[in-house]
Structure formats: C-alpha cells, structure tokens
C-alpha cells in the first residue's frame, strides 16, 4: 500500500547535521577528472590545448568552489505541516552561514548517497539541488533519511 499524499508520513522527524566534507565525494570527484585526464592524454592534444584544459579546468572548479552554497543542518517541517512543505537548511555561502526556508520537490535515493531538490523560498526563490552522501551523517541519520526517501511519494528510484 503506498501513500497518497503529503500529510499520510507525520510519524518521521528529520534534523540532521550535514558534515561539510566527504570521503565518498572526493572519491567521486577524483575518479572522475582521473577519466578526464586519461582520455584527454589518449587524445594526445598538443601542449597548449593542455594548457587551456587545465587553466578553463581550474577556472571553473574555483568558481563552483566560491559561489556554491554548503549545506551544514537540514530539518524537517513540524509534524503538522506536510512533509514537503517548510524545511529549513542551514547553509554556508560565501558571505555567512544563514537560514533558508525551502519546499521538498524531488528526492533520489542511491546506495551511497540521496539527491534533495528543493525550491527555495527564502532569502529568494530559487531551485537548489543537494546530495547528502553516506559518509556525512550517523548511521541512524542515514537510516532515517533512506526511510524518508522510502516512504515519501516523491521519490525517484
């Protein structure tokens, strides 16, 4: 039997720290520009086209390092109110570490890891994808977030 709606899952509370780093994603990461970099020495490009690879590589990993927010916290909305609706995340941007208001819109789970996307409601309205990996919670965290991805009816599998 599944759940038809929002307000059937009240009995799960979630407010979770978030660890800012990850073994599981730096594996991920080093994984994938170890592939990048082994295609792009088969591609046997000339030297400066390495040159420009590193240097547009660089470019865009300090960007996305400075200007993507961090999730610290993220908790659930109160019991009454529906589980999509009204979660909170602490998040640490380049300036400060302030409070966001959001709605749950998608939830993926994977063995290693879940993929949130919410809108963001407050400070302005936005859509922000995160990905908790496994390694950044408790075990009994972990446990209840693979429960929410479970249970709630906007889970993609």
């Not at 307000?7 to 720290?17: A, N, Q, W, Y």
């Not at 730096?26 to 970099?37: H, P, Q, R």
């Not at 919670?137 to 249970?151: M, P």
Request: glycine residues 2%; contains cysteine; positive net charge.
């Amino acid at each position: 039997m599944g759940i038809t709606n929002m307000t059937d899952v009240k009995s799960l509370r979630i407010d979770t720290p978030i660890k800012p780093s990850s073994r599981l994603r730096t594996a991920l990461y080093t994984s994938f520009i170890t592939a990048m970099g082994l295609l792009a020495w088969l591609a046997q490009l000339s030297l400066a086209q390495y040159v420009l690879l590193l240097i547009v590589t660089a470019g865009v990993a300090c960007y996305l390092a400075l200007t993507r927010p961090i999730l610290l916290h993220i908790s659930q909305p109160p019991l009454q109110h529906r589980v999509d609706q009204h979660w909170q995340l602490l998040m640490r941007t380049s300036r400060d570490d302030a409070l966001w208001q959001a709605h749950l819109s998608k939830l993926h789970r994977y063995p290693s890891c879940i993929h949130f996307e919410f809108i963001i409601i407050e400070p302005h309205q936005r859509v922000l994808s995160v990905t908790i990996f496994r390694d950044q919670v408790t075990v009994q965290e972990w446990r209840q977030l693979n429960i929410l991805a479970t249970v709630i009816p906007i889970t993609a599998h």
